[in-house]
């Protein structure tokens, strides 16, 4: 992603002029220099305007992530090219290596940490700042790729508001560079290992797409893990480094072919697939193989590598990927929706913003601070050392002050400022699996244990808005009178025979498993809580367009013939009726849990934004009862059938929640929910609103 290929009128400071230090820090790109390719520069033009283009959501553009692991194609080829010739040569220095990558790579991504940072300090609301500070300080590190893969999806919508998201690429790419080097150095220590060099990194490369086709295939969640992290994405780079390692010499008609098949893989990638396809799978090789196919045909002279303006675009790619996607998420965070106008402007801020970072900061600063033989390696890394402490001071002060919040509110009302910190406590008030006295994992899913050894056993089966009540369920089975087994799988309805979009296949096969686990007889109840009115049920009353989806042979797409859709959900909901009739006669009683009241608009932190907007306390709006009652009417009578042909009990939530009229989102002072849907983990424990499962829990109801 970040070693563009130098133009080759850049002066680099050659070995009789600079300094021993000066030598190992320019070895790669004067090396990288001496071979420049217009083929590559032009690849990275292309990649890094898909890129952009797919961020500022431009129709037709829907693959246009595609153009990371064309980045990634590219990076294993120049570092294995560096490395080999390097060590070929005897010349090859790991420490020269890092040194030129610290010096390609570390200070526009540094100036763009500080940047935003310091213009947070005026434009972001202090929770906003606070987290852009934790990030920054991780894309610094070098780690945000493990960061951002325990967090949310790269596709979520949560996404947006992650303002150095993009920098996981850089994560991920460090890494490789900081054990790649020295995993080559140790082969080249024997000479029958180094001969064979190119099937050792074939080698990897195919083991490591195995793995990652294997890990990603096991379920969503590992899927995030393998989008940000080096395994899972170390055999892409290995791809250019086998090709820079083959080396081959096509001939003119196959050059042209391969140039031609590789583009038409690329464009393939970016105009066909979208983000509903698995990432990574096995389409990642559409754009990993056409790359290699353009690389591969060499066409460093071919008319299309030197198209006006395709250099400068090739050269500033660095920058306009480091740039463009804060100014995606500036729009955002701003309100704007990207329309034409938008989206015009803010590609044209992109390269304006890119042609300003290469030239002040990827040539100047990097030259003032590493480039001439007059900077002695003392004074070089003295600067370094300083400027690294003020950043690292200046992050840690952001974080450790939740961004400067105190200061920056102190002209506000008690009242205001008791508000902005509940709402921050709310976003992370979730304890998830903490309090279990034992966890285990169900093919995707989770299982906890409360109360291990209490005299009456009680399951839960669900989703997350089972896994919000653990801090409540604890509550009941600390009381010593009842054993709870909670059940959960994620984002997923507990029925079978429906696919969705996001789960694929997971949902069923955690019901197909779970409910002949409760259906053995072990215990006494058995609930089921499921966040059914986020599956099912729309203003029309029907279920959410999209949610449900057909696999096919391009992964699992929305579904939208509602025929299908009815005749699929019919034979879920009986499905569920059945299963649940047989554990009740096993002797279990059954109960499922009506849809809860959502505050289905507004999360936390957009709350305070309000709040630190306008310096005033905000009365987020409660939920309409009736009109709640209209919008979950479907799914609820299907609930209700379910129950009485099975022979269970519902138990509804509204009369706890809820007056006659509304659904409050707040409580003594207190924001409910830490998100659109999810219990605050510190309110579901006590609060008596929240206690609408005890009594069947407890055996009392």
Known sequence: ????????????????????????????????????????????????????????????????????????????????????????????????????????????????????????????????????????????????????????????????????????????????????????????RWEWLWRRRLAFVAIGCAVGLLATLWIASRSTHLRDYAFFLLPTRAWEMLAGGVLALWAPRPSRAGSAALAIGGFVLILLSVFWLDDAVPWPSIWTLMPVLGAVAVLAADQRQARWATLPGMRSLGVWSYSLYLWHWPIVVAFVYAGCALIAPVIAIGVALSVVAAVLSYTLIETRLRDAVF???????????????????????????????????????RGFSPAARAQLADFRAASNDWVGFAPCERRWRIGAAQGCQLGTGNPVRVAVVGDSHAEQMIPRLKRLADGGRVEVTLLRNSGCAPLSRLTWTRGEGECA????????????????????????????????????????????????????????????????????ATRLAKIRAGGAEVAILLPEPFN????????????????????????????FYARTAWVRAKLASVASAAGVRTIDPLPFLCDAVRCPLTSDGHFLYKDKHHIRASLAADAPRFGYLDAFVLGTL
Do not use: K
């Open 509 to 576: 096969a955690f019901a197909d498993r779970v409910f002949p686990l409760v259906a053995e007889g072990r215990y006494a109840r058995v609930l089921v809580v499921s966040a059914w009115a986020l599956y099912f049920g729309d203003a029309g009353g029907r279920w959410t367009p999209g949610a449900l989806c057909s696999r096919g042979w391009r992964g699992c797409r929305a579904e939208h013939d509602e025929a299908v859709n009815a005749a699929n959900v019919d034979v879920a909901f009986a499905q569920l």
């Open 1 to 188: 992603m970040s070693d563009t290929v130098p133009a080759p009128n850049r002066a680099v400071p050659g070995p009789a002029r600079a300094s021993p230090a000066s030598q190992l820090a320019n070895h790669a790109d004067a090396t990288a220099e001496r071979g420049f390719r217009n083929d590559i520069n032009a690849l990275r033009a292309l990649a890094a305007s898909v890129v952009v283009l797919f961020h500022f959501h431009v129709a037709g553009f829907r693959g246009g992530f595609v153009g990371v692991d064309v980045f990634f194609v590219i990076s294993g080829l120049l570092m294995t090219q560096i490395v080999e010739r390097g060590v070929s040569r005897g010349s090859f220095s790991i420490l020269g290596f890092y040194a030129a990558r610290v010096r390609r790579i570390v200070p526009a991504l540094a100036t763009l940490c500080v940047f935003l940072v310091l213009v947070g300090l005026v434009a972001l609301d202090p929770l906003t700042l606070a987290e852009t500070a934790r990030n920054a300080a991780a894309s610094v590190l070098f780690v945000s790729n493990i960061l951002y893969a325990r967090q949310s999806g790269y596709f979520a919508d949560a996404s947006e508001a992650n303002w150095l998201l993009h920098t996981w690429t850089l994560s991920a790419e460090w890494q490789f560079y900081m054990l790649y080097p020295i995993v080559l150095a140790l082969v080249a």
């Open 371 to 409: 480039g001439t033989a007059r900077t002695t390696p003392r004074r070089r890394w003295g600067v370094i050392a300083a400027s690294a402490a003020l950043v690292a001071a200046g992050l840690i002060a952001t974080l450790q002050t939740t961004g400067f919040e105190a200061w920056r509110t």
């Open 600 to 627: 289905f608009d507004q999360l936390p932190r957009h709350y305070y934004r309000r709040v630190f907007a306008t310096a005033r306390p905000v009365a987020p709006p409660a939920i309409d009862r009736t009109a």
